[in-house]
């Protein structure tokens, strides 16, 4: 049963062929066989895991109309509040916090029946790109437990790629979704900048982060987004329009006549030969399904990288303000006489983690006058520049492709004493992010020379989600239709029972 | 090649409410020429004349009408507090012992 997909699983469920109580009991199962070796999870909710379902199973028995996820287990990155359930974002500075309080997207998903079974691991506060900076330890990536499972969002794309969930919630604010969908092997896709609310997402950049859908198809991802999208008005920043059509998108999948645009600045040199072999030939495959392939020149993109890294450091050094030892979380140094400042300076010492400190660090020296023009106003000046590549690029293409991350995953500890090579990991994702625009990962096959999954991401502009989805089912079904089973029925068993 | 020495990373850690030991700043001072120099290619680029983007939705005023919701009980806001006392927060001292 924890093979199938979600749609499937719904199907099942709908049929009266099993209950949401055994389907969550059998991932619960899953997570204790496997999870002591990949680490997925910070918190596993079993009790409110096991009462979701009980009454979701207690709802369709009295026939009432329920969601078409109702029932289905989720894990949720621990960046997103829950009520009641331990939220740590990774991050010492919260251990033990139990919000008061649920983030939309958690509320959204309770009221759809979705069985949200645990919280999930990442980088600490969504800093990193490989999980290796969570202040609880790393994730291991399913498809070779010496790698890393890509971040911010590692510990989501680690469940649903080891079956231990069909879907699950990231966070992306510089790639943290489409980049560990990628080096794991599955579906990422970070909407539309303000179509999910961030109300109760934990800031780490306001004007970057966006939570969204994981699966293991382009299907069961839009069902997910249709779930957790939508205007919300706790949320300042959220988007008041319809959602993008993604379920009806991903059913279709027709390209014909669509015009998709091949990004000059993002491939060749810096990409590994498997990743751009894998690209080059799902490229082949939409052609052959009669979509019109284009190259697009984004020149800027070059300083994308710099940018973000100045913009992101800058708005966390601000945001991460509020972790001040008064209110809620770590509170270090409470002696007689200590003063509030002093106790403050020592618990973000305790609390925070080593990349943390250096992005705050950064992010108060781009923003301290004397260098605000020279580095915090040039990079927005550079935002500016990127979304205008964009709406340049998107007059001459519907979509536009390129891998999703320069290589398949690596070591861990490889990257982790070297902050530059593993931003450099970002470079293709992090443009969809300064500019708010939508984008998605889907796996394009393994590298010939490391057998690792390698990504193929889809950018549409703003709003136009369900054009990501389009595409992704179109060519996910011609690869399907290539190698005769999913990607995933590749990766190792990992001991547990299947 | 840029570079920040331990003194200017305790300057920034002092502005930031951190106290690093002194391994954390003499590290991150090491570190700091090599992340200045990457993220200072956003100079490299004539930027005269363009606009800033400050966030990819441009929104203005967004308001709701006034009235009264549900809110956190008492309780509830004060379930995460380090201590508390009379149903309210307790912090450290915060004036000095002269003032």
């Known amino acids: 049963m924890i093979n199938k997909t979600a749609a499937e699983m719904a199907d099942a469920l709908s049929k009266g062929e099993t209950t949401s109580l055994a389907l969550t009991q059998a991932h619960l199962d899953r997570i204790s066989a496997v999870d002591s070796k990949v680490k997925a999870f910070l918190h596993v909710d079993k009790e409110g895991a096991l009462a979701q379902a009980a009454s979701v199973d207690a709802k369709r028995a009295k026939g009432e109309k329920l969601s078409p996820l109702a029932g289905i287990p989720l894990a949720l990155k621990d960046v997103l509040a829950q009520k009641g359930v331990p939220t740590t974002a990774g991050s010492k500075i919260l251990q033990g916090w139990r919000p008061p309080y649920d983030s939309t997207v958690a509320a959204k998903l309770k009221a759809a029946g979705v069985v949200i079974v645990g919280k999930t691991n990442m980088d600490e506060f969504a800093m990193g790109s490989s999980t290796e900076n969570s202040g609880f330890g790393p994730t291991f990536n399913p498809w070779d437990l010496t790698r890393t499972p890509g971040g911010s969002s590692g510990g989501s794309a680690a469940a649903v790629s080891s079956f231990q969930t069909p879907l699950a919630i990231g966070s992306d604010t510089g790639g943290s979704i489409r980049q560990p969908a990628a080096l794991t092997g599955i579906v990422g896709v970070r909407p539309t900048y303000g179509a999910v609310s961030r109300y109760g997402l934990i800031a780490y950049s306001s004007s970057l982060d966006q939570a969204g859908p994981f699966g293991r198809t382009v299907l069961d991802t839009a069902l997910l987004h249709e779930v ?85 450091p800058s708005e966390a050094s601000s945001n991460l303000a509020r972790f001040d030892a008064m209110r809620y979380g770590l509170r270090v140094g409470d002696k007689d006489g200590a003063s509030a400042e002093a106790v403050m300076n020592i618990t973000r010492d305790a609390g925070f983690g080593r990349e943390v400190k250096r992005r705050i660090i950064l992010g108060t020296y781009a923003l301290s006058s004397g260098y605000y023009d020279a580095y915090y106003g040039s990079a927005q000046k550079i935002r500016t520049l990127i979304i205008e590549d964009y709406a340049k690029a998107f007059a001459k293409a519907d979509v536009l492709v390129s891998p999703t991350a320069p290589t398949t995953a690596y070591k861990i500890g490889e990257k982790v004493d070297d902050p530059m090579a593993m931003y450099l990991g970002d470079v293709a994702t992090i443009p969809v992010n300064l500019a708010g625009i939508c984008g998605m990962s889907l796996p394009a096959g393994l590298a010939e020379e490391d057998g690792l999954p390698v990504g193929f991401q889809i950018m549409a502009p703003a709003m136009q989600d369900q054009r990501l989805y389009q595409v992704g089912a179109a060519l996910e079904a011609a690869l399907n239709s290539k190698w005769g089973a999913p990607i995933l029925s590749n990766a190792p068993s990992l001991g547990g029972a299947a | 090649m840029s570079s920040l020495s331990r003194d200017d990373v305790a300057k920034l850690a002092a502005l930031a409410r951190i106290e690093m030991t002194e391994a954390e700043l003499i590290e991150l001072s090491s570190q700091f020429g090599m992340i200045l120099d990457a993220v200072a290619r956003v100079q490299d680029v004539n930027l005269d004349g363009v606009k800033p983007t400050s966030h990819p939705q441009p929104m203005l005023n967004i308001t709701r009408p006034d009235v009264v919701a549900p809110s956190l009980s008492p309780e509830d806001a004060l379930s995460g507090a380090p201590a508390q006392e009379d149903q309210r927060f307790r912090v450290p001292q915060i004036l000095g012992e002269a003032e």
């Not at chain 1, 009806?248 to 091949?262: E, F, P, Y």
């Not at chain 1, 030969?273 to 697009?296: C, H, M, N, P």
Request: aromatic share 8%.
């Open chain 1, 228 to 312: 957790i999208a939508g205007h919300d008005a706790h949320d300042a920043t959220s988007i008041n329009a319809d959602v993008p059509a993604v379920v009806a998108a991903a059913k279709s999948g027709d390209v014909k006549g669509l015009k998709i645009g091949v990004i000059k600045q993002l491939q060749g040199e810096g990409y590994q030969k498997g990743v751009q072999t894998r690209f080059d030939e799902s490229l082949k495959l939409l052609a052959s399904l009669g979509a019109e392939i284009v190259e697009v020149d984004c020149p800027n993109f070059e300083y994308a990288l710099a940018a973000y890294y100045l913009i992101a």
